[in-house]
């Protein structure tokens, strides 16, 4: 059925200065109005408060929200009686008003700056032939609002003649290579594995590491010099992939393609940076310690970071990397890693998805097993998952969390606990306190409602952190309040550091505006809002502090903020045994408690040990702590590479295959390429990681692995050096409290106030 005139009305066209969507821009509004909006009478009320759009007109018949949103879509692109003149206007500026914060809406915003006239001509790119890159980049010029050639525009006639698409042979591999006219420096170098372009102030895309995002980002932030450092450091181990895929024909050959938000912030009137890439710098770090692994070139100089370890057993360690194989080449995958950036908190990653990297990993040159990385549960996120799925692409989370993520693609696998599991953990945590009530911080969706209006539901993660604290808490006999803060630009909103300072808890007392002595407050929000609660002095320096804890995305704020201020919190951990480890990981003097917490991690601690030693990444000198995502990370690379070396296969991958064999149960087998640590009958957990084992085989998210909370201590170069003692952590299925210790947690029953 589809949507009808008025039988003696009018059919209107699209209106004079009404807004011209394109198709993607059409389907991108399409896929977040049935997000939003799916009942047929709450869609209805929409299109008639909108545009006057009469409910009688809607199609009948049973459809899905996504088939009803695209008919309606297309009669108001082509003519439909309405009230409303220019009805995509109307709706857009209707949507916008209360949902605020929404990055599809507020991306699509840029029509309602004026009346979309005929469409421009597409400028012609530059003609002249691309010039050979400097050997030392030069720093990125600030952007300027000058129209650009938008790269995302298929032309098909026009790229060939403009020559944008250059196709240059690399050891008999095709590249891609786009070339952006007035790009800032986004510029793929010659001879490269790269794909970019210059998009809203920014570069998206892929590179090998010649290209390295960030790079001439301006100020003192440490963190963007070490993600331009570890992308060099990639490109290195790259060029030993090279080497051995040259060298050994016959040995599997892949690529994993680490794909996260790689855009630097810009804040303040001169576009100072706070810090922003420490998280991708750690998870970047995992994927360079498997490379340095399996990308071990025999006969390699002295100061190459592809040389074999030393053979001396005698003066080396048990830990050291020669009781992993790295004294010689191995037998294993070749790992190459490409590294793709969705722009700024993956503001553009449907686009990048399916303008670069689909067409990338669908080349069977390019020998891609699988996308990992992944940032942000956004409205953006969740169609580049669901892209990757309609194509046949294996893709991993490696740090997402929020629900129901898994029903966008067959092919996506959650490598942590959803947010079900963290309200579940953070309530045990409550009753284990003897607080009676969790009043719950975070960022509302829109300017109405009052501070109990819900988060906006294109964040998945807020928003379902949020649901399921209420709903668990319910469940436990306790208590919520909601406290949610307005989003910047609302009329009269104070700013995120007044509102704390007013709402929550100031360090040294008990209760702040709301909060009452018996409350555990719990910060449900993203890590960039994190700083206006030690700003407003909510947090404390020490223990006897107020009962605040932070979600699991503040784990990135310790990352970040390690060694630079004083706060001490409890906050949740993806990653227990790596993060308590400390820096004894990286010297190879693990403790039994970590031990316990996770077997795989002697392992890990020695191939991390030796990615510090032969590729020495950007990192300051001292000792290493140990960061909970680069641990992650590197599970995720391990799962990838065991089901492709455990099921013998080599480029193009069959994904049903892969599928299959990470759905299976964790069973003890024979060990592969990969697999040098058996166990005394010789067999050894293909799918064991740092955090427990990686288990798909009852659903498409790894719920039974460990969630923590630990208490950190920013004052401390290593932030959980002291958080052994305290820590709770919830892991298996069922799901049981345990210590640090694996010792049970018996859990109080909530005490009802009268």
Known sequence: MTLTEFPNGPAFGVGAGDIEFSKSELARLRTMLAHLYQGRGEIA?????????????????????????????????????????????????????????????????????????????????????????????????????????????????????????????????????????????????????????????????????????????????QSGTELVGVQKDILAQNRCADVLRARHPSRTFLTLVYFAGLGAPRTG????????????????????????????????????????????????PASSPLHLGQDQEQDGPILRVIIASGGMYMDQADRVAEDQLIPFAQDPDQAVAAIVGLDRSLTTTVQAITDFGDHGILTLGTTLSGDGLPDSSWTYFQMEPQNLREALLVTDYALLNHRRQIDILYPKGGCGGGEQAMPDEADRYVFTLVRDMVNQAAHSGLQTTRHGWQPEGCPGAPSVDDWMRAECPPGGSATGTGVGTDDLVFYAGRAEDFGSLTRAGCLGTRRGGPLLLADDAITEYVTEYTGQESSVFPVVSKGPGPALSGTSCADGDLGAMTTLLAPELPQFCARLRAMYEYTEPPVPSGPHWTDERTAIAYDAAKLVLEAVDHTAQDSPFNINVLVNWIRQAPTPTKPGNLDLRPDDGGLVDPRAGTTGSVDFHASQVADSRQLAILTANLNDTDPYADAASTCLVLAGDPPATTDCWARPVPLPVATQTQ
């Open 45 to 221: 009320q929409v299109l008639q408060d909108s545009i006057g759009l009469a409910p009688a007109r809607l199609p009948q018949g049973n459809m899905d929200p996504d088939a009803l949103w695209g008919d309606i879509l297309e009669k108001l692109e082509h003519g439909i009686a309405c009230t409303h003149e220019q009805p995509f206007r109307g709706l857009l500026e209707w949507l916008l008003a209360r949902w605020p914060r929404n990055r599809v809406f507020r991306e699509l915003a840029r029509h309602l700056t004026g009346p979309d006239r005929e469409p421009k001509p597409e400028p012609e790119p530059d003609p002249e032939p691309e010039p050979e890159p400097d050997p030392e980049p030069d720093p990125e010029p600030e952007p300027d609002d000058r129209p650009r050639w938008n790269p995302f525009v298929r032309r098909s006639a026009l790229l060939p003649s403009a020559g944008i698409l250059a196709v240059l042979a690399v050891l008999s591999v095709l590249v891609v290579v786009y070339v952006v006219p007035g790009d800032h420096g986004c510029t793929a170098p010659k001879h490269s594995v790269s794909s970019l372009a210059w998009v809203h102030g920014e570069c998206v895309g892929y590179s090998d590491g010649s290209f390295q995002f960030g790079r001439g980002v301006t100020g003192a932030d």
């Open 269 to 316: 009137a001169t576009a100072s940076r706070l810090p922003w890439a420490g998280a991708q710098v750690a998870e970047l770090l995992g994927l360079l310690t498997w490379q340095r692994q399996e990308n071990v070139v025999a006969d390699s100089p002295d100061g190459s970071p592809c040389r074999p370890s030393s053979s001396d057993p005698a003066t080396v």
